[in-house]
Structure formats: C-alpha cells, structure tokens
C-alpha cells in the first residue's frame, strides 16, 4: 500500500503547482504575448482530450516485458524530468511553438505515466475495501506532496526576499530530484499483477460498451461535476481572498491552509469510506463543504485566523477525487466481464479526460460570469458581493448536481458494500 502511494509523487508534485506557476512565469518572459499564454494552455488541453485514450488503449493492449504497467512509468519519468527541466530553465525565453511542442511532449509523459499508475491499482485490489485503502493511501501521499511543492516556493521566498519567480519555481521542481528516486524505489516494490494484454476490441466497440454500462457513464458525469466545482473553488479563490476577506497578500497561506486540511482528512474519510461505502462519502463530503460556502453568505470570516479555519476546513472535503478513483477500481472487473477483457488504462484515461475538462470548463464558465456581473480585478470591492454569491453557489450547484447522480448509483455500488459481501458469503 505504502509502496504504492509513494509512486504518485511525481506526477502529484507536478499537477496543480505546475498550472498555479508556470503561465505567469511564461507571461513574464514577455516573449509570448499574455493573450496567448492562455491559447497555450487551452491547446494544450485539447491535446490531452486526444492522447489520453490513445494513451490508455497503448497500456492495456501492448505486451511489456517488465510489467503491464511498471514498464511505461519507467520510460514517462525520463522524458517528465527533462522537460521539467528546460520549462524552468528556459520556458519564458522560447517562441510559442517550441513552446507548444515542449509542453505537448511534457504533458503526454505525464499522461502515461499517471495513467499507468492509476490503473496498476486497479490489478493490485481484490476488494472495494481494498480499493478504498489503496486510493486513499495514494491520495494521502498525493496530498503531502502537494503540500511540499507549495511550501517549496514559501520558504525560498522567505529566506531570500528578493528571489525571482524563475528561483522560486526552480525551488519547487527541485522537489522532483527527492520524489522521483522514491518513485523508483517504491516502483520495484510493488508487486506485479498478471494483466492480459489482448489485441482487445475496435473504436466502435469501445465506445460502444462504454456508452451501454450506466455506472460508468454515471461515474463519468460525477468526475465532470467534483472537477468543475472544484476548479470553481481554485479559480475564485485568490480574488475571494482579496475582495471579500481582504487578504490578499495572505491568499498563497490560505491555499496552503486548505491543502493542509486534506492531507489531515484523508485517513479519516478513507477509513469511513470501508466502513459505510463511497458514495455516501461522497455525498457527506458535498453536503459538508456545500453548507460552509453557503454559511460564509451570512457570516463571513473575519481576520486571518479564522479565514485559515475556513480554509482548513474546506480542504478536508478535498479528497473526493480517491473515491472516484476507487470506484473506478470497482467497476473495472464487472466491465472486464461485459468486454471480454480488462480495458483498466482505457477507463482511467478517460476518468482523467473528464477531470481535465470539468476543470477547464469550470474556469470558463467563472470568467464568463465574472465578466457578466462586471468584476474588476484592480478594484474588486465594487462587485463583491456577486464575486461571493458565484464563489459559495457555483461549486454548490455543481455538488447538487453529483449528489443526484451518486444517488443514482448508489444501487450499483450496494452489492459491493462490506457488509453486503459479508452476507453473500454468509
């Protein structure tokens, strides 16, 4: 288990932070214009929207000789360290297509090897509570790493005042020299499972059995539905900060804070997921930031104290992700059953591609919404309070929405309950 989750370093070090810093240090360069900046970033979300499934039909039908799974981390970290490398070194210096070229090679590593990893748990679990721990150590550690590539930058900014954004993201990728050895070590310990890798079944067929299995499509809409609250939440939040709580210069600690609160959450909401199940997890945890947003509507945190206490406690509803994921882990072998076959990689390939777009979609819709209520950044005061009501309502919206489908699912996921295994056995 340990050894498992110790493999998500890389990947998790680089998901986030990697997005928070990178296009305004690209921006800053001054070589590529700001409106392109973030034409670079939607292309590039475009081509994850082709690769990923590519992707993920490579991993379940390509016979390796190390492992179905081991082998193809091994051949995405490389390539994922070295692009690494240059975007800090010398991204804001690159002309857009070096640029886009550089970042579609690195994040098509980063896609194999996560997409690689996912499904290697897929073939370690025999159990949904197997499935509940295992994800939920990955996402526990996931968690500390995020925790770490935020501090990173804190503390260089701390000890050198005068640092540069380049010295400040160099501060974090070097997080990568002390993760990615570990995911090789830990990488050797996890066992191997025996995958089949089949010649498996054409385009048509694929999406043919996917779009006939109602769970899965349900699991769908609720990765599309958790991605778009939350990517409401990151995209509001620094201008929440500033023009609700005034804290402006204290937005990167309560982003901290609320990291912090996941990290601290995960064991307890993983351990209530083996003994009561996922979905209604998943429901708790909706149901549990849903009404700490819609209560900042009539008491709003005052000071920084008690906007860190906000901050923390909505992070401990920040670990919805590891139950989606575990989910997907339940479902694989009752799909293997309908195919054929397991199409493992397949599947989370496309849970991430929902993922990725219910985050893009979210920041779209904001920034629309934002611009139709007449947000000013530079003087944020004059619409606040509509700022508060699309912050606390637009990620609630989006929860209510899932609850819904998770209760439609519900049914699904019953007869793989603890207790409910018990009793067939029995």
């Known amino acids: 288990m340990a050894a498992y989750a110790a493999t998500a370093g890389p990947t998790a070090m680089l998901a986030l932070p990697f997005s928070v810093y990178l296009p305004p240090y690209i921006a800053e360069g001054g070589v590529i214009p700001v409106a392109l900046v973030g034409l670079l970033f939607s292309l590039t979300t475009i081509w994850d929207g082709v690769v990923d499934p590519l992707i993920g039909t490579m991993v379940d039908r390509v016979r390796t000789g190390l492992g179905a799974h081991r082998r193809w981390m091994l051949i995405a970290l490389a390539p994922l360290g070295l692009l690494l490398l240059a975007l800090v070194m010398v991204g804001d210096r690159l002309s857009f297509a070096a640029l886009f070229l550089m970042m579609v090679l690195f994040y098509s590593s980063f896609s194999l090897y996560e997409v690689a990893q996912l499904s290697w748990g897929s073939a370690l679990v025999r159990t949904p509570a197997d499935s509940a721990l295992l994800y939920g150590m990955r996402d526990w550690f996931a968690k500390i790493a995020l925790i770490l590539a935020f501090a990173a930058p804190a503390a260089a900014q701390l000890l050198m005042p005068s640092i540069s954004l380049q010295g400040r993201i160099i501060a974090y990728a070097s997080l990568f020299l002390l993760l990615a050895p570990v995911a090789l070590y830990a990488i050797a310990r996890v066992p191997r499972r025996r995958v089949v890798a089949e010649a498996g079944i054409g385009w048509r067929r694929e999406i043919r059995a996917s779009f006939g299995f109602p769970p899965l499509m349900l699991l769908f809409g609720v990765q599309f539905l958790n991605s778009f609250a939350f990517g409401s939440l990151t995209s509001l939040f620094v201008f929440f900060a500033d023009a609700v709580l005034g804290l402006d210069a204290q937005s990167a600690v309560l982003l901290f804070a609320s990291f912090v609160g996941g990290a601290l959450a995960s064991p307890v909401w993983t351990f209530l997921a083996r003994r009561f199940g996922k979905p209604p997890m998943m429901i708790g945890m909706a149901l549990l930031i849903s009404t700490l947003l819609v209560a900042t509507l009539g008491q709003t945190p005052r000071g920084l104290a008690q906007a860190t206490l906000f901050s923390l406690t909505l992070g401990t509803g ?96 019953a007869r793989d309950h603890p207790l409910a295994i018990a009793a067939a056995r029995k």
Not at 358 to 375: C, E, K, P, R, T
Request: with cysteine; proline share 3%.
């Open 318 to 413: 920040f670990v919805g992700l590891l139950f989606i994921h575990s989910m997907l882990a339940d479902l694989i072998p009752r799909d293997a059953e309908r195919c054929g076959r397991s199409r493992a990689a397949f599947l989370f390939a496309l849970l991430n591609l929902m993922q990725k777009f219910g985050v893009a979609a979210a920041i779209a819709v904001s920034y629309a919404m934002l611009d139709l209520v007449g947000f000013d950044p530079r003087d944020g005061a004059v619409a606040a309070r509509a700022l508060h009501l699309l912050f606390a309502l637009q990620p609630t919206a989006s929860w209510a929405a899932m609850v819904v489908l998770l209760l439609l699912m519900r049914r699904d996921f």
